[in-house]
């Protein structure tokens, strides 16, 4: 269960194939299934919501597949024609429900697991966007104004990141204390700083860490900063500010940047 009480549901489809191709999943089954009920593919097809023509397409492909019939079609007779399952086609009716059943508990079991926060985590890692540093969180505190609100996201204990957006574009998120919601810095955004006793800055958001490694370039270092619970931030600054400061792995240095700078936005 999220924080924000809606709990995130595991499903899954299931089909089967013969070597490689395909037999098909829940609709083709239940497909054979009434065309064996009704004794006839074209109510089976009625009560599929299927035309006449796409049904036998579907057997056609079923029975290539299979490389046997799974459906017979019996012509003339008082009766005239119709279709019947062979014993293999009941056969692996039969055999599609079983794994059926099982693929279910199987769901369900991974559901009570946790697995739900861990497939959050996944869906996280593979966001891909062009702002360095990405945060996420739940929303902890939400300030409304005339024209922008100033958004509060706990990332981690004790670390919050502070960002003011347009009051329209709270309303569009759909923002509220307790939602799930991610922050997005631009490395260009963060300032680097070693010396914040004695000094006060307009910055919102203040990291305190240590420097965990530094990629340096011809113009400009990459420094990335550690500031705890497995969080960190990377800034992009002068190769000159990188020596005036004397960075270096290990050395305590703070990151700043300021609220306006902070691009939030919440999972779909």
């Not at 299931?14 to 037999?23: D, K, P, R």
């Amino acid at each position: 269960m999220s924080e924000t009480g809606k709990a995130v549901q595991l499903n899954g489809d299931l089909w089967l194939s013969v070597s490689g191709q395909s037999l098909g999943g829940q609709g083709r089954f239940a497909l054979l299934g009434l065309i064996d009920a009704c004794g006839s593919i074209s109510q089976a097809a009625k009560r599929m919501g299927m035309t006449y023509k796409n049904a036998w397409d579907a057997v056609d492909a079923m029975n290539t597949a299979a490389g046997e019939a799974l459906v017979a079609r019996t012509v003339g007779g008082q009766g005239g024609g119709g279709a019947r399952l062979t014993e293999r086609g009941r056969e692996l009716i039969q055999r599609f429900t079983q794994i059926q059943r099982e693929h279910r508990i199987f769901l369900e079991s991974l559901q009570a697991s946790g697995l739900r926060d861990d497939l959050n985590l996944i869906r996280r890692i593979a966001m891909n966007t062009s702002a360095r540093n990405q945060f996420h969180g739940y929303v902890t505190g939400l300030v409304a104004g005339a024209v922008n609100d100033e958004v509060h996201i706990g990332i981690a204990p004790g670390l919050q990141i502070v960002a003011t957006i347009t009051h329209g574009s709270a309303e569009g998120l759909g923002l509220a204390v307790g939602k799930e919601a991610f922050a997005l810095v631009k490395a260009s955004s963060v300032i680097i700083s070693n010396t914040l006793k004695g000094a006060r800055y307009s910055a919102r958001n203040s990291l305190a860490g240590t420097v965990e490694r530094i990629s340096e370039g011809a113009v400009n270092d990459e420094v990335v900063l550690d500031v705890g619970n497995g969080c960190s931030v990377v800034a992009i600054i002068t190769r000159q500010s990188t020596q005036h400061l004397e960075l270096k792995e290990g050395a305590k240095a703070t990151a700043l940047f300021k609220a306006s700078s902070v691009i939030i936005g919440v999972p779909n």
